[in-house]
């Protein structure tokens, strides 16, 4: 047996996108237990958490490592996603590395950090591609696989490198929130010809489990996950097949899109614990002009062998989710998709990420 193996983990960002589907993977079958910090306890997310079997509530923030400690010890696992859009870019790589250091300390025996693409350093260092909250993970995570080479025998480590989530196209005031026009759900977004690398939230939890199950393959490794690149045009025609319904996609300039609906929010700090008199932090349209283009010039890429292989029951396609999803929504009494996206009705669309659920207000 690996001396990696673990059995009780400590994860940040428990009660995030990700973190919530990670969890009840984690413990589902009892062979592990997982201690969860949260900063409310009393929270929505925090109260459904904590009435799974094997599951503990650590009430306080990452950005305290009295706090830190006390979460790590005694575990010998970690699952560490820290809330970019939280602390911003400069703060979340601070704690991000601290987080690693104080994991070896304190015994941990495995380690997995919630990454995004490097985006920056994978179109070569062009600027055109910068976006915070990416490149902010991403600088990490090459940081922690350089110091694996030296500790993977002390604490294993892998990353999980995730992506938009599919259900972001769905919901209110996001970067891809459709409209209704003229009876047609429309997505107007810059993205060309390019296709955005979207992930099942639902699916991050097996493959977050998967890569604590196999320690002696995914020591070291960048797991990087998505359903497909999804072409908007496809996305469109997906909602029409499932739905009966019309659809479109209608590619929009940088400045049309920021004149859009989000133009209320471009010039505030993308990460909203932010400085926004610090010269490093990033706009919310500076960072999502960034993202944009990641996609629109195919800069992300996805090894879609190697995840069918590890998950052969997987979500493989933006069609496969929006089927299984229409008819989530239908027996929860909440509708179709159609329905669902109505002006009327995605504002009480539960949110998917917890910031837009804390309406940015939450601490650091």
């Given at each position: 047996?690996?001396s990696h193996n673990?059995s009780?983990i400590?994860v940040?960002?428990?009660?995030g ?6 969890i009840?993977?984690?413990?589902a079958?009892r062979?592990?237990s ?12 925090a ?5 799974l079997?094997?599951?503990s509530?650590?009430?306080?923030s ?21 809330d970019g ?13 601290r987080?690693?250091e104080?994991?070896?300390?304190e ?7 919630g ?11 062009d ?6 909250h990416?490149?902010g993970?991403?600088?990490i995570g090459?940081?922690i ?16 490198t995730?992506?938009?989530?599919i259900?972001?196209a769905f919901q209110p005031?996001m ?15 810059p993205?060309?010809?390019?296709a ?11 493959y ?6 196999h ?25 029409t ?6 659809a479109r ?15 209320f929010i ?5 990460g909203?614990?932010?400085?926004p ?17 990641l ?19 997987g979500?493989k396609?933006a ?16 509708g ?29």
């Amino acid at each position: 047996m690996s001396s990696h193996n673990t059995s009780k983990i400590f994860v940040v960002g428990g009660t995030g996108a990700q973190g919530m589907p990670i969890i009840r993977a984690l413990v589902a079958d009892r062979k592990n237990s997982a201690r969860v910090l949260t900063r409310d306890p009393f929270s929505r997310r925090a109260k459904s958490l904590a009435t799974l079997d094997n599951v503990s509530m650590l009430e306080g923030s990452f950005a305290d490592e009295v706090t830190l400690r006390e979460g790590f010890r005694g575990c010998d696992g970690a699952f560490i996603n820290i809330d970019g859009f939280n602390t911003g870019e400069k703060t979340e790589t601070y704690w991000a590395i601290r987080c690693y250091e104080i994991a070896i300390e304190e015994g941990i025996k495995f380690f997995v950090y919630g990454n995004l693409d490097y985006g920056l350093k994978k179109s070569g260092y062009d600027s055109r591609f910068r976006s915070g909250h990416y490149d902010g993970k991403g600088r990490i995570g090459d940081w922690i696989l350089s110091q694996n080479t030296v500790n993977k025998g002390r604490m294993g480590a892998a990353l999980f490198t995730s992506g938009p989530y599919i259900e972001m196209a769905f919901q209110p005031m996001m970067p891809m929130t459709p409209t209704v026009e003229d009876g047609i759900v429309t997505w107007r977004v810059p993205l060309g010809d390019g296709a955005v690398v979207h992930a099942s939230s639902e699916d991050c939890g097996y493959y977050v489990r998967w890569l604590f199950d196999h320690p002696e393959r995914t020591n070291g490794m960048n797991l990087e996950v998505a359903i497909e690149h999804v072409a908007y045009a496809g996305l469109a025609a997906a909602f029409t097949k499932v739905t009966g319904k019309p659809a479109r996609y209608i590619d929009t300039d940088l400045h049309s899109y920021w004149n859009g609906p989000l133009k209320f929010i471009a010039n505030a700090p993308a990460g909203y614990n932010a400085d926004p008199n610090d010269k490093s932090t990033m706009t919310f349209r500076d960072n999502f002009t960034g993202f944009w283009n990641l996609w629109k010039y195919g800069i992300v890429k996805r090894d879609y062998a190697l995840l069918d292989e590890i998950h052969p029951k997987g979500i493989k396609s933006a069609e496969e989710w929006m089927r299984r999803e229409d008819k989530l929504g239908r027996e929860l009494g909440k509708g179709g998709l159609w329905e669902r996206v109505q002006p009327q009705n995605i504002q009480n669309e539960t949110p998917i990420l917890k910031s837009n659920e804390d309406r940015r207000k939450g601490r650091l």
